[in-house]
């Protein structure tokens, strides 16, 4: 029995390390090509237009909601105190550090990763991609550095914008039983915010697009043969990139609290 | 003496020059699956060798090898005189860029029209800017291929055959001197895979290539191969020309052209 266990726990280990290694050479490759024979600037931008104006939508009601959701739950508590006054720093300082940037990029995750991660395996399956290296073309650098690059840099962006839209969310949900202006609701709002709460959130957010890029091109380049593979690609793209958010949002909440605190 | 030895000299140097590939002792496993166990083949400038065999002998993996995408164990295999396992990733894309690879299914990359497909090897591996000179390019070769009208449409807007011949355009651009085919008429109607076998023998007789084409098609096989070789349990079992294959006495060769 405890040899069974232990061949089932060694074979689990090394497929682990296997994909690891892996990683660690697609980084390597991913580092290496980006101004390997000049840089793909219209791909790139195609892609900008792709995972930034395409989600433009989707972020932007996510984050009214989040702010007027989190504004209605606390606000009876708050009452309850006597600290209404506090709604506005406290949805922003929330919103801002924490909720906006994590809720963002999961959300990104479930929308960017999984089709990244099911183009790539697609295009991997119907052998496109071998096309593209037997013609002596640069998929990595035409595929993978791109939509990378692209994710890290319409992240912050989109955070930026929906937590925007989370402290107008945050106003309205207040007028809903009060009224407040929102001159004073924003000035309320930004004097809770210091600076060491929005550049460690807005550092944060290009590690979370690397990641959902990243996880995304990962899961479609090395995608199986088979259209099964496609979905599982998608699938675990997010489901990885989902993962690495949260643990990056862990690490990031250390290094602010060792750097500020 | 000298004099014989120098005329043998000479001749072995003129036959090597006229050797684009050259497969010695070539071996490929996939885990415990040996799928090539002794592949030894040579291709001649200007000839066209078809691979025949059973799915699964190997006939895929012989051409990936020859192009680069998967590595052989063991064994030697040069392609127009350099050995691919020894090339560098900059000596591998140079020798790729003399090379074409007809895939299966076409491979077009479907998020891009069929100008779009033919503009990406150009740019991207010969580098050209000049927009005329790219322009006359795609036009000559749509018009090598027949398909001048489908210069603006997607790959999901082709049908089978079109793909096929948009695929072959797409190879032909960059005027390789050795094109690899795999399965080039297979899912095709007999119309549309005769069209295409012959389509290869005047592109092939145009633009001068050398080519190996992996086909099921004994039709095809009739109408392209300057020689054939069976595969068998991985390795070539015979080659001939499409008569002397068709008379061999062993049945399993015979199984083939029944």
Redesign the interface.
């Known amino acids: 029995m405890r040899t069974i266990m232990a061949s089932v726990l060694t074979s689990a280990f090394n497929k682990y390390m296997e994909v690891v290694g892996d990683q660690v050479v697609f980084t390597g490759q991913f580092a290496r090509n980006i101004f390997r024979d000049g840089f793909e600037w219209g791909e790139f931008l195609r892609q900008c237009y792709i995972v930034g104006y395409r989600s433009i939508g989707l972020v932007a009601i996510t984050g009214f909601i989040i702010g007027f959701v989190l504004t209605l739950q606390t606000q009876p508590t708050l009452k309850d105190f006597g600290a209404e006054s506090y709604v506005p720093g406290m949805v922003s300082i929330s919103i801002v550090r924490e909720i906006g940037p994590v809720i963002i990029a999961l959300i990104c995750a479930g929308k960017i990763a999984s089709s990244i991660g099911a183009e790539l395996g697609s295009?991997k399956v119907?052998?496109?991609i071998?096309?593209?290296?037997?013609?002596?073309?640069?998929p990595i650098q035409?595929l993978v550095v791109t939509r990378v690059l692209a994710c890290t840099m319409m992240l912050p962006l989109l955070t930026i914008m929906a937590d925007a839209l989370a402290l107008l969310g945050g106003w309205v949900g207040v007028n809903v039983q009060e009224h407040v202006s929102m001159a004073l609701f924003f000035r309320k709002s930004f004097n809770a915010l210091k600076f060491s709460d929005l550049l460690p959130s807005v550092v944060k957010t290009f590690f979370f697009g690397y990641a959902i890029g990243f996880v995304g091109c990962y899961k479609g380049y090395h995608s199986s043969r088979g259209t099964e593979s496609v979905g599982s690609a998608a699938n675990s793209a997010v489901v990885s990139a989902s993962l690495w958010i949260i643990l990056i949002d862990a690490i990031a909440v250390q290094v602010t609290n060792l750097i500020y605190y | 003496m000298n004099d014989t030895l120098v005329q043998e000299k000479a001749t072995q140097t003129a036959v090597d020059d006229d050797v684009v590939i050259r497969i010695e002792h070539l071996k490929k496993s996939f885990g415990d699956n040996e799928v090539l166990k002794n592949i030894n083949l040579e291709l001649h400038k200007g000839e066209n060798i078809v691979v025949l065999g059973r799915s699964g002998q190997g006939k895929s993996v012989t051409i990936q090898c020859i192009?680069?995408?998967l590595e052989p164990d063991d064994g030697s295999l040069k392609v127009l005189g350099k050995e691919v396992k020894d090339l560098s990733d900059d000596e591998l894309?140079?020798l790729?860029?003399k090379?074409?690879?007809l895939?299966?299914?076409g491979?077009?990359?479907?998020s891009m029209t069929v100008r779009e497909n033919l503009l990406?090897?150009l740019t991207?591996?010969l580098k050209m800017k000049d927009e005329a000179e790219m322009e006359q390019r795609i036009k000559d070769v749509l018009e090598s291929v027949g398909l001048e009208e489908a210069i603006d449409k997607y790959p999901a807007d082709l049908s089978g055959g079109m793909r096929k011949r948009v695929g072959l355009a797409?190879?032909l651009i960059?005027r390789p001197e050795i094109i690899l085919y795999d399965e080039p008429t297979t899912g095709l109607d007999p119309i549309t895979s005769r069209e295409i076998s012959e389509l290869i023998v005047k592109l092939q007789e145009k633009y001068e290539t050398s080519s190996i084409i992996i086909t099921h098609d004994i039709a095809c096989a009739r109408i392209v191969a300057d020689r054939i070789a069976v595969m068998n349990d991985g390795e070539f079992i015979a080659t001939g020309t499409y008569d002397e294959l068709t008379k061999s006495p062993d049945e399993l060769i015979n199984n083939f052209f029944k």
């Open positions: 295009m119907t052998e496109q071998a096309a593209m290296e037997v013609s002596s073309a640069n035409y | 192009a680069g995408l894309k140079e790729r860029s090379l074409g690879f895939f299966q299914s491979a077009l990359y479907d990406f090897p991207r591996v797409r190879t960059l």
